[in-house]
């Protein structure tokens, strides 16, 4: 089959065409014909990160794309209500082969059907974000009124979380600090938006919750997100952040009492805790969209040819929402 794939680490141009194997699929697996891809920080961080503490061993040639839409082509052992030519949609294991070729196998119990409101390229760019960011609001664990913090809320995760967490009933502060970004989460429905590169977070936030500041901030950024986020939230609240930076924060958050918690995607199933926990987050994301209380915003589309210059987009931090890529048809 084709995919493009990396035979070592290194930068966007280590992206080529490549073929392999068609995959079986195990037990409680199925495989998609995969019909679109999207591009995640997730995908740069396994292509390009030096060997370190945090690496997973990884096996070459190694294909990416950790959003997979399509239709189940192929059934393991054990599957449970899929079928052939049911379209379905979420998130490859981080741990292995990813969407950017034309078959990939996935565990059924991670996947959803497809919403019939979305098209591919839709469904894909919400899996792995909209999973992220219904889960790290799970791991808050804030009441309906409560304000929180997302920072970086025009981005892949963050447009998603600001919409999510609108629908539970929070009040959303976002940071962003373009103007397009600005004016996408205002859209979205933040309360709020601080320029990150030029107003104090943190003093913002207590501004405007009489002094406390926020019940839960999510860092989706990492670096000063992260201390964005340390800053802003309240005595016994929360930071849920999906980046593993390493930020001194004790001393930050001991005389709040205050937590931090990271969170990786379908940690449960990751680790087998609970097989089925990410494809719940996964369904229930899935239904919000099929009533259009969430919508995914795709900046840009690329065939699965142009992988690579979709990764420098990516990585220049200027993109808003979603990148989607075309497979079916972008060879």
Known sequence: MKAIGIHRYGDASQL??????EPEPGPHQVRVRVIASSVNPADVRARSMALGPRRIERQFPLVLGYDVSGTVDAVGPGVDGLAVGDEVFGSPS????????????????TLARKPAALSHEQAACLSLAGTTAWECL??????AGATVLVTAGAGGVGHLQVQLAR?????VVA???????????????????????????GQA????????????AFDNAGGRALEQALDAVAPLGTVVSIVPTPVPVADRL??????????VMGAASIWRIDPHAQGRSLAAVAALAAEGRVRPVIAASYPVRELAQAHRAIESGRTIGKIAIRVADGW
């Open 16 to 21: 080529e065409r490549i073929e392999l194997p």
């Open 94 to 109: 981080l741990l292995g082969h990813g969407a950017n070729a034309e078959l990939v196998v996935v565990d059924s119990r």
């Open 138 to 143: 799970a791991r808050a664990q804030v009441a």
């Open 167 to 171: 629908h539970l009933g929070l009040r």
């Open 175 to 201: 940071t962003a600090s373009r103007p397009e970004s600005t004016a996408l989460c205002r859209e979205l429905g933040a309360a709020m938006v601080v320029d990150h590169a030029a107003q104090d977070v």
């Open 205 to 216: 936030c207590r501004d405007l919750t009489g002094g406390a500041g926020v019940a839960a």
């Open 254 to 263: 001991f005389l709040k009492a205050a937590s931090l918690v990271y969170h």
